[in-house]
């Protein structure tokens, strides 16, 4: 696979070699890093970073990854502040800002919205986020976080918590890790089960799923367990909400029945599904994870723009 | 005995096994209803053994390919091409669904940037039995009467 010139739109694009190569990449950079401090692979190269809607952690991540692979930073962090607020397309957007840069990494409301960049951009697209639909980034740094904690996917058992019915990170999250031998739990109120077609087509693949309500009953056989928050929105009552929420917060009596050796992983930001008094313990993994992002990050920028 | 419902063209192409009530929706499709375009003659709710009543739509001076009229395989699926040169008909064809259908289907996703922006929607046919499509942007499946009221 040529990387140079890839756009980054979606997991679907993605092979298991692909991201297989992508983790290796992340691991070499995160331990050059380590070592020398900085890089510069990307000395003289241009990210812009187009986002349409806020979203503080991975704009910084991602400016961050391209600050440490020793290239520049350009661009906006709302759309409030741009001409698209004046009614200029998308489309138009990117013309231009691809004549100020060598890779964009956008975020924006509208689903398929990487998607059309990729296609008006000579340069290469990476999504940060396009509404509810892909969030590839995430994933591949999941699945590096992961992968950094145990030294391998396959064989793990994966608890997935929280908002199975409308979290794209987990959707995504489970998509791609059917391409490896795992067995997942699914773990969710029954209002906000995975999607029935997302769980066909993770047992199309093999994967060995278990779905359950009981967190308690499911948590020793997990070696990884992935929380999502639960939005108030998505029930009809307060009732209904408090007593899912009580049922689902993760905290230290709940981490007594756990495997010692379990990691805790949320994509954050948190409310309170985990409880504080988890971040001191052998289990919090989040931080980690959130440290994770720049290495992916400087993999999939170093890659697409061909410096690496 | 053929059956020739209605006139006979020398030259063109036969749309046959249209299901009946669709002949407008399918001279859209095809882009046939642009008023320089060829004479067309149309036979409504004719009485056909395979769909009980059918639609036939015929091209008078025009062969359409086949990948022309597979557009039209989403609304008629049973749709038969018939090819007539010199008033007999020299190749006979069935529809079938391509792999990807452009441009005829709006994405019912209204978040969906197909839908802001000017693009011409896109799907991948993911299974034909039953059909599901795939959207090239928000990446959303829709199927059944979601994709006959999109048309
Ligand atoms: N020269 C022609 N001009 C106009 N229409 C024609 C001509 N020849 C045939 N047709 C029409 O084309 C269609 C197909 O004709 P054909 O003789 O193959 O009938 P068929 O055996 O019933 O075919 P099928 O199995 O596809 O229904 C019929 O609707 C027929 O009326
Ligand atoms: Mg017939
Ligand atoms: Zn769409």
């Given amino acids: 696979m040529d990387w140079k010139g890839r756009d ?14 992508v983790l290796k990449v992340a691991e070499r950079l995160e331990n050059e890093l380590k070592g020398k401090g900085s890089l510069d692979y990307a000395r003289g190269k241009i990210l812009a970073t187009l986002f349409f809607e806020p979203s503080t952690r991975t704009r910084l991540s991602f400016e961050s990854a391209m600050h440490r692979l020793g290239g520049s930073v350009i661009g ?29 990494v956008i975020r924006h409301p509208m689903e398929g919205a990487a998607r059309l960049a990729a296609e008006v951009a000579e340069i290469p697209v990476i999504n940060a986020g396009d509404g509810s639909n892909q969030h590839p980034t995430q994933t591949l740094l ?59 087509e993770l047992r199309e693949k093999g994967v060995k799923v278990h779905e359950t309500t009981d967190l308690e009953g499911a948590i020793p056989e997990l070696d990884v367990l992935y929380v999502t928050r639960i939005q108030r929105e998505r029930f009809p009552d307060e009732e ?9 917060q993760v905290n230290c ?26 971040d001191g313990s052998e289990h919090a993994l989040y931080f980690r994870q959130v440290f994770s992002g720049v290495p992916v990050r400087m993999a999939l920028l170093g890659l697409t723009l061909g410096v690496l | 005995m053929p059956e020739l419902k209605i006139e006979v063209i020398p030259e063109g192409t036969v749309i046959d ?32 053994k395979k769909l009980g009543r059918k639609d036939i739509v015929k091209v008078e001076g025009r ?71 795939r959207c090239h942007y928000c990446e959303r499946t829709i199927e059944g009467d979601e994709i006959l009221g999109n048309l």
């Fill in chain 2, 17 to 48: 096994h249209i299901p009946a009530g669709k002949w407008l929706k399918v001279i859209e499709i095809l882009g046939l209803t642009k008023p320089n375009g060829g004479t067309l003659l149309i036979a409504s709710n004719v009485p056909s």
């Fill in chain 1, 76 to 104: 906006f962090s709302s759309a409030a502040s741009t001409s698209v607020k004046k009614g200029e397309s998308l489309a138009d957007t990117i013309k231009t800002v691809e004549q100020y840069s060598d890779v964009i």
């Fill in chain 2, 63 to 133: 062969y359409l390919s086949e990948e022309e009229v597979n557009k039209i395989a989403l609304i008629a699926p049973m749709t038969t091409v018939n090819i007539v040169r010199d008033y007999k008909i020299v190749e006979k064809f069935k529809v079938s669904i391509p792999d990807e259908i452009t441009g005829i289907l709006r994405c019912p996703n209204p978040n969906c940037v197909s839908n802001h922006e000017y693009v011409v929607p896109r799907f991948k046919v993911e299974s034909r039995e039953p059909l599901k499509l």
């Fill in chain 1, 8 to 21: 980054v739109i979606s997991i679907r694009d993605f092979s298991k070699e692909d991201i297989e190569f």
């Fill in chain 1, 253 to 278: 009596r709940l981490l007594k029945n756990a495997k010692e050796t379990l990691k805790v992983m949320h994509p954050l930001p948190r409310v309170d599904e985990i409880h504080p008094e988890v």
């Fill in chain 1, 142 to 200: 999941d699945l590096y976080t992961i992968k950094r904690a145990f030294g391998r996917i396959d064989g793990l058992t994966i608890g997935l918590l929280g908002d199975l019915k409308y979290g794209r990170t987990v959707h995504s999250l489970a998509e791609a890790l059917a391409f490896y031998d795992v067995e997942l739990y699914l773990i969710s109120p029954e209002l906000l089960r995975m999607p029935k077609h997302i769980v066909e």
């Fill in chain 1, 240 to 248: 209904e909400y408090l007593k899912v929420k009580g049922s689902y």
